[in-house]
């Protein structure tokens, strides 16, 4: 089993439209997680982090199932600008890797007008 | 936005040349990262330091070294760069090890004809 992995997309969603995202982790030994957002052909840039009890911040919540081992990302009323790859970011802890923050591939989101 | 300049932004060069990327960070974050970026892959972790002089090796550590000889700057050196190097390069930082996510340069692009 891959350590992160997540559904390449694309999406493709019209404006205003809800879109949701997973990502499985295999190790259950993970303390923290992580939406990045990165544009084409620029730095991945944190979107937000996801906490035990689930969050939220405008449009965007994050959800964690530890039991299940994964997390999600919910975006509500999208928007031209939210057109960009998501990457689910997973810290990995075997002790001696002092918890290396291991990523998701990415999945690809583009709004339509 | 995080204060980390990385330099050269684009570069061309040959087979078995030796390259040098800057990290170059104004956060005076302990901990600064290598990552490289290719198609097919999530971001991959190349290497990282935790101190001034203080490296150690990540998942694609091999044909790479590093030096830290200032908090503000962290080089990545292909001593004698092939073709499979070609790539995107990250920097980033974070302020702790554990639970913190991570913030990224503008990244250099690496081309080895």
């Known amino acids: 089993r891959k350590e992160v992995e997540q559904d390449p997309g694309p999406f493709n969603v019209p404006e205003g439209a809800t879109v949701a995202f997973n990502c499985t982790y295999s190790n259950s030994a993970s303390q923290s997680f992580f939406w990045y957002r990165q544009d084409c052909r620029k730095e991945p840039k944190l979107l937000m982090s996801?906490?035990?009890s689930g969050n939220e911040d405008g449009r965007f919540t994050a959800q964690l199932n530890r039991a299940s081992q994964y997390i999600s990302l919910l975006i509500r009323d999208s928007k031209l600008s939210d057109s960009a790859t998501y990457l689910c970011?997973?810290?990995?802890?075997?002790?001696?890797?002092?918890?290396?923050?291991?990523f998701g591939k990415g999945t690809k989101l583009s709004v339509k007008p | 936005d995080a204060g980390i300049t990385q330099s050269p932004r684009h570069k061309v060069t040959e087979t078995g040349t030796p390259v040098t990327l800057r990290c170059h960070q104004t956060?005076?974050?302990?901990?600064m990262y290598w990552y490289r970026q290719d198609p097919g892959h999530g971001l991959r972790l190349i290497h990282y330091?935790?101190?001034?002089?203080?490296?150690d090796k990540g998942e694609v550590s091999d044909g790479y070294s590093v030096s830290r000889s200032k908090t503000e700057d962290f080089l990545l050196t292909l001593e004698s760069a092939t073709s499979s190097q070609t790539s995107v390069y990250f920097c980033?930082?974070?302020?702790?090890?554990?639970?913190?996510?991570?913030?990224f340069g503008d990244g250099t692009r690496l081309s080895i004809l």
């Open positions: 956060e005076n974050h302990r901990y």
């Open positions: 980033a930082i974070s302020e702790y090890r554990a639970n913190q996510p991570q913030h």
């Open positions: 330091s935790y101190g001034v002089k203080d490296t």
């Open positions: 970011v997973v810290n990995m802890d075997y002790g001696g890797s002092q918890g290396n923050l291991i």
């Open positions: 996801v906490y035990s």
